[in-house]
């Protein structure tokens, strides 16, 4: 594992969307200080949430290729988090990401790619703060499954101006493992 600031992802296409450093600096904040030891940034592109996270006083890891970090946790499921949170900006279309592994299995495949990198990186932190479209987590059955299993913190919609090239509305998740409470609807 790469620590520090990823000089270019091989991992993703250029039409990538970059984290804008306000964002980024938005998610960092909702980290809890217990949880800033060792945070993992798994598609770190140009590297605007490691510098926000690591102006915070985080220890970060920045994986250049995200697939081989997932190489340890399959086939077996981890049962102690190795990190004590994720913070993400996951590619949102399978369309956008290179060298998909043939290990991947085709439930794998059928999840959407941002629904994938959640799903997966639930199991390596108690705390996961991601970027996704508005409705990632809204809108199916196993997203609901997910949020009842693992607990909603909050969402904060950033509305449709965030990327500059295409008008999507965005949020920013803060899921953490166990809780239990009402979930905080933020809009900005």
């Not at 990823?6 to 960092?28: C, K």
Request: proline share 7%; net charge positive; with cysteine.
């Amino acid at each position: 594992m790469k620590k520090g600031v990823a000089r270019q992802s091989r991992l993703f296409t250029e039409s990538e969307f970059q984290t804008p450093p306000a964002v980024a600096d938005y998610m960092a904040s909702l980290l809890p200080y217990q949880q800033r030891q060792l945070v993992l940034e798994p598609t770190p592109g140009e590297g605007n949430l490691v510098r926000a996270l690591q102006k915070t006083g985080c220890a970060v890891t920045a994986e250049n290729n995200f697939f081989d970090l997932l190489k340890i946790k399959y086939p077996i499921k981890m049962e102690t988090p190795v990190f004590d949170a994720v913070v993400m900006n996951p590619p949102w279309s399978w369309e956008l990401v290179q060298n998909v592994p043939d290990w991947l299995t085709t439930a794998d495949k059928n999840l959407s790619c941002a629904q994938f990198f959640l799903q997966n990186c639930l199991d390596f932190a108690p705390v996961v703060i991601a970027l996704l479209p508005w409705n990632s987590l809204l809108d199916s059955p196993k997203s609901t499954k997910i949020i009842k299993h693992y607990g909603l913190v909050s969402v904060t919609g950033l509305g449709r101006n965030v990327f500059k090239r295409v008008p999507v509305r965005t949020g920013v998740y803060n899921l953490q493992r166990g809780y239990q409470g009402k979930t905080e609807l933020i809009i900005l």
